[in-house]
Nanobody, 123 residues
């Protein structure tokens, strides 16, 4: 399995931007599809976006389409989540995850998870 460490979370005002990073250990990063999920207090973990192994294709949750962008740098073993036009309802812990097969949109599709990074958007 791959080890994942997220960073870049914090407090931002509504309308602002943040870029999250997720650094992966190991030499097989490019063999994993990578996804971002989020979980707000009292809610289930929610799919945000996923990127395929080469970085050439992505899938986004409808509610975040156009505001959030996933990208990856396989040379740096890192996946990013650029978040623009943030809203208070985007407040959550954001997790990156790795899938060794396929590139689904459900938590069960991913076998490795980071510890999460808190994003708080103030109104």
């Amino acid at each position: 399995q791959v080890q994942l460490v997220e960073s870049g979370g914090g407090l931002v005002q509504a309308g602002g931007s943040l870029r999250l990073s997720c650094a992966a250990s190991g030499r097989t990063f490019s063999s994993y599809a990578m996804g971002w999920f989020r979980q707000a207090p009292g809610k289930e973990r929610e799919f945000v976006t996923v990127i395929n192994r080469s970085g050439g294709m992505t899938r986004d949750a409808d509610s975040m389409k156009g505001r959030f962008t996933i990208s990856r740098d396989n040379a740096k073993n890192t996946v990013y989540l650029q978040m623009n036009s943030l809203k208070p309802e985007d407040t959550a812990v954001y997790y990156c995850a790795a899938a060794s097969s396929g590139w689904g949109t459900k938590p069960a599709d991913f076998g490795s998870w980071g510890q999460g990074t808190q994003v708080t958007v103030s109104s």
